[in-house]
């Protein structure tokens, strides 16, 4: 399965910063992978609400394997990775 949406991949997105570029992303119509440590369903259904498409996956950016994990899922579903 691809998405017809942009896709963007953002850190942290459970607070700060990370919480509002992905609810902007999510506002502009974009599919948001929201990653980071404690990133919950809820974080992805703020995106979601907004207008895009928010996907969460706790994420731990120190490990490597983790990482890897992540953008080989964000292949499989869309093929591509816009942000």
């Known amino acids: ?4 949406r942009s896709v963007a991949v953002v850190t942290g997105a459970s607070r700060g910063a990370g919480r509002g570029i992905a609810r902007a992303l999510g506002a502009a119509g ?3 992978y929201l990653t ?3 990133v919950e369903p809820k974080d ?3 995106v979601t609400d907004a207008g895009g498409d928010g996907i ?28």
């Open 56 to 83: 969460a996956i706790r994420v731990d950016h120190a490990d490597d394997a983790s990482v890897a994990a992540l953008f080989e899922q964000v292949d499989a579903a869309d093929g591509r990775l816009d942000l």
């Open 1 to 4: 399965m691809t998405s017809q």
């Open 44 to 46: 992805a259904a703020a």
């Open 30 to 32: 974009w599919r948001v």
């Open 36 to 38: 980071g440590r404690t």
